[in-house]
């Protein structure tokens, strides 16, 4: 997949589109802006620095969606730049499924703008590139990314112990999955016309209290 070939999807007043390398003093702006708030949730490199280089990370994102393993997008409200979106880990075959990373910056939380984004990038992936399932893992501390698979009626399938490296440690996640067959009419019209199953994203007790701790590793 080329990287022209990743589209631009709108629904309402949010835009969702590719990102692109001049798009990184804007991204540093936000992103500088919004550091207190998004910092507990970003990817960090085990032993690396936690310095922001937009331009690295844009010619990162745009390098594997050139090998057709990434769909890395901006999120847009009436044309301001707002958040950002990636489709990774996309792969085909007996598998055909990717995975969502989001965020957006604090002033625009909680008003359906990541929804919108993450049903239209679903949607894109479900009915265009024909994958088949669509994962979301999320911290356990993080509700508002929660409220976003409520919302949407991703499936809760699970606790991911020491997941992906967030913060600077090892954290735990919350899985969430939807495949093509539970939506066929897509992910953004059974929200928008109010039919998501109310319990899907329903977090287990068991798991919910495991979460509250962490897992126990051995002294070296």
């Known amino acids: 997949m080329a990287t022209a070939a990743i589209p631009t999807l709108r629904d309402g007043d949010v835009t969702l589109r ?23 949730w970003e990817a960090t490199y ?20 050139r090998t057709g393993h990434a769909l890395p997008f901006v999120i847009e409200v009436d044309g301001e730049l707002v958040g950002q979106l990636n ?32 049903a239209l990038a679903t949607d894109y992936c479900f009915s265009t ?6 994962e979301i893992c999320i911290r356990p501390e993080n509700a508002p990314s929660l409220r976003v698979v409520e919302k949407l009626g991703f499936r809760y399938e699970g606790l991911r112990r ?25 992910v953004l019209r ?9 319990d899907a994203a329903r977090i287990s007790a068991e ?3 495991a979460a509250a701790y962490p897992l126990h590793v051995a002294d070296r």
């Open 190 to 198: 059974r929200w928008h016309e109010g039919r998501v199953p109310e």
């Open 129 to 134: 590139l024909r994958l088949h399932r669509m």
């Open 87 to 118: 489709v990774s880990s996309i792969t085909f075959g007996s598998l055909s499924s990717a995975s969502i990373g989001y965020w957006v910056s604090q002033a625009h939380a909680g008003r359906g703008i990541t929804p919108a984004a993450v």
């Open 18 to 40: 590719p990102i692109r390398a001049r798009d990184a003093k804007v991204l540093e702006r936000v992103l500088l802006d919004n550091r207190s708030w998004l910092r507990q």
């Open 46 to 65: 085990p032993g690396g620095g936690t310095v922001i280089d937009t331009r690295a990370s844009i010619r990162n994102l745009l390098a594997h969606a």
């Open 207 to 209: 798991d919910r209290a």
């Open 162 to 186: 020491r997941f992906i490296h967030i913060n600077g440690d090892w954290r735990d996640h919350f899985s969430f999955a939807l495949v093509a067959e539970e939506v066929p009419r897509g």
